[in-house]
Every structure is written in C-alpha cells, then in structure tokens.
C-alpha cells in the first residue's frame, strides 16, 4: 500500500485513485523562456522515479506535464532578444526535451500548452463570472478570493496571514490585494479575443482547464515545487472547486528545492547551473543518484561532496552490473543465499518507497544489494545460475532510479575480451607496458578493468569522477 503526504491535509495518505489501478497526475511545467535548470530537474527527477515507482507497483499512471508559453517573463525576454515571443517558448521546449530526454527522465503521456487552450481557459472564467466568484475591470477579469470559504487552505494560512505574507501584484483595479487575474486585458502581441476584451490569460488558469481537460474534473495527484504552494496552487483550487462544485484533487504534492552549496539559486547571484552543463560534466546517472539521495520533500544541496558521493556510489552500481553481466560458471554454492538477498532487497526497497516515496532509505537498500554482489563476485562465487535472482532485482531497482547503464553490443564484448585477453598474455611475459596501453586504449572507449587475482572484470562506465561542480 502506497503512502503519500498531502500537502493540504498535512498527513499522510494512503493512495487510492478515483480508477482502481489507475492514477492519474498533473505535474506544472516549466515556463519556457530560459534553459532548464537543475533545480526544475530536481523536480521532474522526484515525479518521474514516483511516476516510475507506481508503475512498478502496477498502477496505470497517466501523467500531464504542462508548458506554459505565454507568460510576461517569455513576453520580456522575447521583447529584450527581439523575437516573437512564440520563437522564444518553441526554442525553450525544444531545448526542454533535448535536456531532459538526456538525463533519462521519461516522457509525460502529454505536455499541453497554454496557448492552445485559451477556449477552455475562457469557458471557465465565463461560468466564474455568472458564478458571483469574477468580477471585471479596467484591467482584466479577476478571480474574487474573498468569494471562497476555502482560500489559504493549501498553504495552512488564513486570508490575514496571507495577505501579509505575500508578495502580490498591485493594481488599483482590484476589489482585494489577493484577487487574481483569470484574463488580462491586453493589445499587444500575443493576444486572444474573449467575449470581454482581447488580452491574454492569467498564468493559474492553463493548468485548472488543462487538468480538467485531459483529467477530469477530480484527479489523483497535482504537483509541483513548493514555491507553487502558493499562489499558484491555492489559486487553481479556488476557480477549479467554484467552477466545478467539485473536489479538484485528492492529493497534493510538493517537492523542497534545491540550493546551490546552501545558497538559493539566482540570476543575481550568478550561481543559476543549467542542466545541460551538469549532465556535460557528470552524466544522467550521477544526476540521478544525487538526486535520489535526499528525500523529495527536503531541500536538497547541490555541493561537491554530493556529486562526489552519487559518482562513488555509480562505480560500485556499474561494477556490479558489469559482474550480473559477466558471471558464468555453474557453482551454486550461493544460490539461495543470492535469492533470499534479492528477494529481502526488493522488499525494503518497496517498504522504504511505500512510505512517501523514501528514496534514500531505498537507495541504501539498493547500495546493499551491490556491494552484496561485488562481493560475491570477488569471492569468485557469482555464477549464471546465482547472478539471476540478483540481475532481477538489481534492474527492477536500477530502472525505478532512472539509471540507464552503459550496455554492450555483442561485437563490442568480443573486441573488448580479446584484448583483455591479449593484455593478460602480455602481464603473463612482463610486457607491463603494452599492457598498459591496451588498458589506455580501453579506457579512450569507457572502458574499465579490474585485476582480481585470476580474473580480469570489464565494465563500461558512465562515471566522470575527475569533474568539480
Ligand atoms: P518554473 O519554470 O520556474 O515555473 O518552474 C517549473 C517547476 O520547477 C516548478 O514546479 C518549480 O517549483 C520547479 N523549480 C524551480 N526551481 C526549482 C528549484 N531550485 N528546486 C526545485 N524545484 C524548482
Ligand atoms: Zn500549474
């Protein structure tokens, strides 16, 4: 049984979709007027190994990432670069999935984009005005928060507290501070006509006609980072439960940002790292064991100690993959002891991610699973037979991680193994340094050699431990 913290209950919840077996999840996506960061795929990294997660638990996962593409900020940069906005927003999401297809982060069943749902978007805002919950002005149209008992449960505050506390768009227009804009009034490019005045919707809005959309009305998991808390997600309840009458979502879920060595990450700092450049220097795999090693609702530190760590703990992962790969021989000395360890390990790992998705707790049990077949197989005791229980569990947890380690191609082994082999000949005549060159020329390739006393292991490595961040 899956156990999920709700952000709006505060507690944790057991999840039970509205289909059995089916969840259904809006992620809020990225804003696409700059590169992604990896403080976004901190974000999509956490929903993509609970996406996967669920999966291997059996549910049917439909999972909708939005894009929003209109915004003032695509709107600013597109007016500084002098291009049309809509250039801007197609260079960023291109640039998105080339990114995030890299760091091995699967993709949603459908990334939607505001501007292709300005007509949903209007349909609810006119049914909020006919509701009593809208009103209009000079300006636009504006959501009247005061019109919803509910406003400022999300963020477990009341409406004084969040007045007080929050940074809001001033405009004279406006009934109360915290009102928010459902369209605004605009002439300039881009616009849509409404049956109000040409202008542009309010950023809240996609995702409430989006989700519904291609939801339903009531959905499994709504989520994003916790910045969206509020007002981004307080708003969206707001106009989605007064337009539907409706439960919007059942579970609300928030992950904890990521700091730069214990700084925030910002334009005026200068310490914003894209996510390209992270996965140039260190790779997906490490990303993604950087990643999983703190728990999705923490914060989480980016620091040179913890990229060191996940590169620590990919040597060891890519080691024991490469022995699963390799073992033969028919010793079965250790076949039931393998299978009980596989079969413990699967275990933990299901009961550390049952419970709020714990991927450090998991992440140990994994490590344990590795170091556990390391050492089989430098006691010369990992065999076909033996290797299988472990291969099975190993790959089940390596696939929920996002790890997509290096494989082989059937020529690639047999070139790799004859010169082994060949370098074995030579270590045997003393030629230690033709032998040394076929291990430089090894490695050239990705290719790493361990000496066990009667045994050469070969692996194919991902790991770029010689980078500082
Ligand atoms: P944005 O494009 O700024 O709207 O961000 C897209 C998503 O990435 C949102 O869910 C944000 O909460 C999340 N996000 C942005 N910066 C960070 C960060 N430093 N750490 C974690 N998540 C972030
Ligand atoms: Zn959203």
Redesign the pocket.
């Known amino acids: 049984m899956v156990e999920i913290y709700n952000t709006f209950s505060g507690q944790i919840e057991k999840l039970s979709p509205i289909e059995p077996m089916h969840v259904k999840m809006y992620?809020?996506?990225?804003?696409?007027?700059d590169e992604?960061?990896?403080?976004?795929a901190?974000?999509?990294v956490a929903f993509d190994v609970i996406r996967r997660y669920l999966t291997h638990k059996g549910y049917r996962v439909t999972y909708i990432q939005n894009f929003?593409d209109v915004d003032d900020k695509i709107i600013n940069r597109a007016r500084e670069l002098s291009v049309p906005p809509q250039d801007l927003a197609k260079k960023y999401i291109d640039k998105y999935f080339k990114d995030f297809d890299r760091l091995n982060v699967l993709r949603a069943d459908l990334y939607p984009c505001a501007t292709e749902h300005t007509k949903e978007m209007q349909q609810i805002i006119s049914e909020l005005l006919e509701k009593g919950f809208a009103y209009i002005t000079q300006t636009g149209v504006y959501y009247s928060v005061s019109k919803f008992k509910d406003y400022g449960r999300l963020s477990h505050m009341s409406i004084p507290e969040l007045k007080a506390g929050a940074r809001v768009e001033i405009d004279e227009t406006k009934k109360d501070p915290l009102d928010f804009a459902l369209w605004k009034f605009a002439s300039d490019d881009p616009n849509w006509d409404s049956p109000w005045k040409k202008g542009r919707p309010g950023w809240h809005t996609e995702c409430s006609a989006m989700s519904m959309k291609y939801l339903g009305e009531t959905i499994d998991i709504h989520?994003?980072?916790?910045?969206?808390i509020f007002p981004h997600h307080e708003n969206e309840i707001a106009q989605s439960e007064a337009y539907t009458g409706k439960l919007f979502v059942k579970i609300w879920m928030?992950?904890?940002?990521?700091?730069v060595e214990g700084e925030?990450?910002s334009k005026s700092l200068g310490n914003i790292i894209p996510l390209s450049e992270a996965l140039d220097k260190f790779g997906a795999n490490v990303l993604h064991l950087f990643y999983t090693s703190s728990h999705y609702r923490s914060q989480?530190n980016y620091t040179q100690s913890a990229i060191t760590n996940a590169a620590e703990n990919l040597w060891h992962i890519e080691n024991a993959f490469a022995e699963l790969q390799s073992a033969t021989g028919t010793d079965i000395s250790i076949l039931n002891e393998a299978k009980n360890t596989a079969r413990k390990a699967i275990e933990e790992f299901e009961a550390a991610m049952d419970k709020d998705f714990n991927t450090p707790e998991a992440l140990k049990v994994f490590m344990g699973l590795v170091k556990y077949i390391n050492r089989a197989a430098s006691l010369g005791k990992l065999s076909t037979e033996s290797a299988k229980p472990l291969y099975n569990v190993f790959t089940k947890i390596s696939w929920i991680f996002g790890l997509k380690l290096p494989e082989v191609s059937a020529e690639e082994k047999a070139e790799i193994e004859k010169l082994i082999e060949e370098r074995n000949k030579l270590r045997a005549e003393k030629k230690f340094r033709e032998a040394d060159e076929i291990r430089s020329e090894l490695r050239e390739k990705g290719i790493e050699l361990t000496d066990y006393t009667n045994r050469t292991v070969w692996r194919k490595t991902t790991v770029y431990l010689k980078n500082k961040i």
Do not use: A, E, N, P
Request: proline share 0%; glycine share 20%.
């Open positions: 992620i809020c996506g990225v804003t696409v007027y992604s960061h990896i403080g976004h901190r974000t999509y929003t989520g994003g980072g916790q910045d969206l928030h992950t904890g940002f990521l700091m925030k990450m989480v």
